[in-house]
């Protein structure tokens, strides 16, 4: 049987998004895998930890390349963005509140880089007059972030259809700050 590194992750991932203490036997048993195995590929809690974050940077610099946010309509291109990170949002929602990430350098060279682009995009759309010059395009990010792992949350618990995941975030999040046309 062979260890499909990615397959651990993403499972370790969405255990740890709701329960973010359990223990690496727990781990173990919601990847299908055995605490040896687990522990050969991620000798701690630490390196499984630090492989999550080095693969959520991974996916969603990927999910921005997809979504192409340097592209046309800067609307559209929220929208775009949204519906690619819907997939990893289990990442994210996990990423997002992992306080042992932000000491390393790596990890955060990488958000850093996803930062800047997703700022850019906010920008771009504040330059043309359809994005709220009043609240930041750091902010902005933080909200877009916040939203998309309170989606994966508000799934994992079946409070969300899946399908609904993306309209919801792209509605409120560009309810709030497009100016208002009259």
Known sequence: MSFDRE???????ALLTRRATASLDEIARAAGVSRA???RHFPGREALVRALGALGVAQTEERLDAARVEEGDPVEAVRRLIEEAIPVSGF????????????????????????E???ALFHRG???GLFRYDLTPAWLCEA???????SAWSVQ???MA???SARMVGDLLLGGMLWERS
């Open 117 to 119: 682009r997703v700022s």
């Open 7 to 13: 397959q651990v992750l993403r499972d370790a991932a």
């Open 157 to 159: 618990d079946g409070k």
């Open 162 to 164: 899946p399908r609904d």
């Open 37 to 39: 195995t687990l522990h």
């Open 144 to 150: 877009l972030y916040a939203l998309i792992a309170a």
């Open 126 to 128: 504040q330059e043309q």
């Open 92 to 115: 994210l929602a996990f990423l997002y509140g992992e306080n042992q990430l932000y000491d390393d350098a790596e990890l955060n060279a990488g958000w850093a880089r996803i930062d």
